[in-house]
């Protein structure tokens, strides 16, 4: 997993984002999404991408069994 160099002379975690008022949130793996996603649907996974804010989601593009293409917003804190 990458670290960031904070000011402070100790390294962060990457995939901890600060949350307005709440300190640092853990962010849900991409792997863990889209197996849960896959399991619950079946397909696959075309894109995705991180949106943060105020409470950071997943948008994922995805390939259902029949072909048809959904896209599903998945929320990304633990």
């Given amino acids: 997993m990458a670290a960031q160099q ?3 002379g100790f ?5 901890m984002i600060p ?3 709440e300190g ?3 962010i849900r793996s ?3 999404v889209v ?6 649907y079946g397909g696959e996974l075309i894109s995705a991408r ?3 804010g105020a409470r950071p989601f997943y948008v994922l593009r995805w390939r ?3 072909g048809q293409v959904r896209d599903f917003r998945v929320d990304a804190a633990r």
């Fill in 11 to 15: 390294m962060q975690p990457s995939w």
């Fill in 30 to 32: 991409l792997r863990e």
């Fill in 24 to 26: 640092r949130r853990e």
């Fill in 19 to 21: 949350v307005q008022g």
């Fill in 35 to 40: 197996e849960e996603i896959r399991s619950r």
């Fill in 64 to 66: 259902m069994p029949d």
């Fill in 6 to 8: 904070s000011g402070l």
């Fill in 50 to 52: 991180l949106e943060d």
